[in-house]
């Protein structure tokens, strides 16, 4: 048997070397490696064999001067670093390094939540702080604001605002929440942006720019810097709110849908993302398709029909939540209701309006009112066995041709390899996140292989379709970069470039994205 | 062969308490052996299972009767571990199991890991009534943060 690997090209005795220097930063049980110490971080969902993005080591800082003292080492060796918040999100590969042999750089013991505002309704907070936590201080200290979870509440908040994750609040743009950043560049700089550049300014954590040039994009889903603290804007808490969902009757009516919507979203009429949710994937929070269907292949469109009647769902279903008083919470809901009347069969289930305070109990609709949760993870219990999933998620215009047009590729192509159309968009003003789960026992060796093998299938017929996704799994970063080619890959030179002038050694998250420091792409080929 | 309902649940509860994990899916149990056991239970132990599952439940009250603490899912496994089970942490010779749907198992188990406490069995599946539970248990002892 061997044992774990090491960073590539480097000498068992560098390796030993950086590893004790590593222990004497941040201590002996900061730094996890051999005898299985480093397993936890390997991805549980691979589509594939996970020993492919398996990690030499872990190391654990515990403030900034540790990380700074790491980042001097992995210079000095040539150690290459994958930085994680904590590395919960499955779908796309968890804590595990794109490159095999990197050491993980785990930052979940930089955990303070450094200043709640209420005044000014925002957060600053490091990497390790979970929406969990920040959920439990805002309820510890009576605070009245709401955060905004995504799926899996157990996630950092830097982690997920940084990969562009989003929630089902009227602040689900988690990216577009966030304002001012503490970052340390590969050479040990702490660099703050927009106003947090400036020596006493207090207004770092609400107004993003600063004098300019921005950069605090640069670092979101790339491999420039380490950001060590966030700021993210938090949602007063409204008076009161009210929980709606459309259940439609036919899987023909998406396009009716999202024609219906896109101007409900465009004047805010709609104030949360709206999430439009598949048959299956609502099924899949409750149920089991063994309950369903059993036999090969994906579920035959009578399954699903049968599937949805019994359960009382629609083939699609649209959640959505409105806030503020309750006069203006009605007036919202009458005019959304008269829109989607137009949609034959259209069935609009609205919980009755709700005080603040009132917590609802399923996952979906705790998310719509700033509770994490985890019930979205229900969706492993689907298929059976060691059930795991990696998701798709192409980027989609609010347009009803285009949202068919999308379903209907990924419905086929899944059906293709024997997986159901797990799927939904959650919408935006402007865009929607299309978000399709292959599920699979990962037990099954031929079931995880056929996973992968749609997903690099789906990127590249979306790529030929003009289709680009906003996120993906470790084992498609190239792939999925490499769609994004106007001007033959300018946007990727341009990475390149940058990545060289801040991280000329290629030590942090090499293949991130799929930018590679100059190094490792020249070794390779 | 898998066992009978009722064999799976004693060999489960059994195992929980005892520390045996490998029983569950082939376990044929002598009735003889819990009382013999009983008296092995030094450790603390606590049984998480599900109120909807009638198989977790029935291992939960048998597994009681052996000196653990059972506490229900509830609605929200995320503050189950934050303010449940997290704090058990902290000291160490503490022992959680569960006898519950595969996400649960998964979840809690990943917290486990996260926090360094040792998952030592989580994968030991039977067919135990209408849904497949996953058995698995994790250990305080090493726990790193």
């Known amino acids: 048997m061997s044992g774990p690997p090491r960073p590539p090209g480097m000498p068992e005795s560098d390796f030993q070397q950086a590893l004790a220097a590593f222990r004497a930063i941040a201590g002996q049980n900061a730094v996890l490696t051999g005898d299985g110490g480093a397993q936890p971080y390997l991805d549980p969902f691979a589509p594939g064999d996970a020993h492919a993005y398996e990690a030499s080591a872990v190391v654990m800082v515990s403030n900034v001067e540790q990380l ?13 670093l994958w930085s994680v918040s904590t590395g919960r999100n499955y779908a796309y590969g968890g804590a595990a390094p794109r490159l095999k042999g990197s050491v993980v750089l785990d930052l979940k013991r930089m955990n303070r939540i450094i200043e709640i ?10 990497p390790g702080v979970s929406y969990y936590d920040l959920y439990q201080a805002l309820q510890a200290r009576g605070i009245r604001l709401w955060l905004d979870p995504p799926a899996a509440g157990w996630g950092s908040v830097i982690g997920n605002t940084l990969e562009r994750g989003f929630g089902t609040t009227a602040y689900g743009d988690h990216a577009a929440m966030q304002c001012g950043m503490e970052v340390m560049l590969a050479n040990g700089e702490i660099v703050r942006t927009g106003m947090g550049a400036m020596n006493g300014n207090q207004e770092w954590q609400v107004f993003k720019a600063g004098f300019g040039p921005s950069y605090d994009a640069m670092f979101m889903q790339s491999n420039f810097g380490v950001v060590t603290k ?6 007063p808490r409204p008076e009161g709110y009210m929980l709606c969902c459309y259940k439609f009757r036919h899987d023909a009516d998406l396009e009716h849908i999202v024609e219906t919507l896109r101007p409900l979203k465009l004047d805010d009429t709609m104030q949360s993302n709206a999430v439009i949710e598949s048959a299956v994937r609502w099924a899949a929070g409750i149920s089991t398709r063994k309950q369903w269907y059993d036999g090969p292949g994906a579920m035959p469109d009578a399954a699903i029909e049968t599937m949805a009647r019994k359960l009382g769902i629609g083939r699609w279903n649209l959640r959505f939540c409105l806030y503020g008083p309750e006069a203006l919470v009605n007036a919202r809901r009458d005019v959304i209701h008269q829109r989607f009347s137009s949609i034959a069969n259209a069935e609009l289930i609205e919980s009755p309006y709700a005080n603040a305070n009132v917590e609802p109990k399923g996952g979906g609709d705790r998310s719509q009112v700033g509770i994490p949760n985890l019930d979205a ?18 980027v989609c215009a609010p347009l009803g041709r285009d949202a068919v047009r999308q379903y209907r590729m990924i419905r086929d192509q899944a059906a293709h390899y024997g997986f159901d159309y797990y799927g939904g968009f959650t919408a935006g003003p402007r865009s929607m996140h299309h978000i399709f789960a292959a599920i699979f026992n990962s037990d099954d060796p031929a079931q995880a292989r056929g996973a992968g093998d749609l997903l690099k299938t789906l990127i590249n017929d979306f790529g030929a379709a003009g289709y680009g996704q906003y996120r993906t799994h470790l084992a498609f970063m190239d792939l999925a970069a490499s769609q994004y080619d106007f001007n033959d890959h300018a946007l990727m030179r341009m990475s390149e470039s940058i990545k060289e002038a801040l991280d000329p050694n290629g030590i942090l998250s ?16 | 062969m898998k066992p009978g309902r009722r064999e799976f649940i004693a060999a489960a509860s059994l195992a929980a308490a005892c520390g045996r994990m490998s029983l569950p899916a082939r376990a044929t149990v002598q009735s003889a ?12 132990l606590t049984i998480i299972f599900d109120e909807d599952l009638a198989d977790s439940r029935a291992f939960a009250f ?15 496994i995320g503050a189950l571990w934050f303010q449940s089970l997290m704090p058990l942490a902290s000291s160490p010779g503490n022992t959680i ?21 040792r998952v030592t069995q989580r994968t030991a599946s039977a067919h135990a009534g209408p849904d497949t539970l996953v058995m698995w248990r994790i250990d305080t002892s090493g726990t790193r943060t």
């Open chain 1, 230 to 235: 966030l700021g993210i804007w938090l949602m």
């Open chain 1, 377 to 394: 993870f229900n969706l492993l219990n689907w298929r059976g066995g060691s059930g795991a999933h990696i998701d798709f998620s192409p």
């Open chain 2, 62 to 76: 048998r597994s009681r009767t052996m000196g653990a603490r059972i506490v229900p899912l509830g609605n929200d």
């Open chain 2, 97 to 117: 199991t569960g006898l519950t749907r595969h996400a649960d198992a998964f979840l809690l188990t990943r917290f486990a890991q996260g926090t360094g406490m």
């Open chain 1, 510 to 525: 090499p293949g991130k994205q799929g930018i590679w420091p100059k190094r490792l792409k020249e070794r390779d080929g």
């Open chain 1, 117 to 126: 505002n209420e005044t000014l309704s925002y957060a600053l907070v490091e």
């Open chain 1, 68 to 80: 700074r003292a790491v980042l001097g080492v992995a210079n000095r060796y040539g150690v290459p």
């Open chain 2, 33 to 44: 052996t819990l009382s013999n056991e009983r008296g092995a239970l030094a450790h603390a």
